[in-house]
């Protein structure tokens, strides 16, 4: 299953938001594979941030993260610098149109 979702960076933020995402917690990134998330990936277009990512399961998934400490302490490391709420987050999905396989 694919999963898509879109937040937005805070003005002047852009370069702190990057440079925490050079330098993930390897315990966050043990936590993403736990929750069998593959093929993760984000996008910037200025503030815009869009997310893309696979998994077998979204509500198991989402589940997972939903319940992880690490999730959720990342979540909040990272709200000063995003202006999407972190109750947002992991439920802000994309509407697909459009597929080529």
């Not at 893309?52 to 939903?66: S, V």
Request: glycine residues 4%; contains cysteine.
């Amino acid at each position: 299953m694919r999963y898509a979702f879109h937040l937005r960076i805070r003005q002047g933020m852009e370069k702190v938001y990057a440079e925490r995402h050079r330098q993930v917690w390897s315990n966050m990134l043990s936590e993403l594979k736990k929750a069998g998330i593959r093929n993760y990936s984000i996008f910037a277009d200025g503030n815009d941030l869009f997310g893309y990512w696979e998994c077998d399961d979204i509500n198991t998934t989402l589940a997972f993260l939903g319940r992880s400490q690490i999730n959720t302490d990342w979540q909040k490391y990272m709200s000063d610098v995003l202006e999407t709420p972190s109750s947002k987050r992991l439920s802000d999905n994309l509407a697909e149109v459009f597929r080529l396989d």
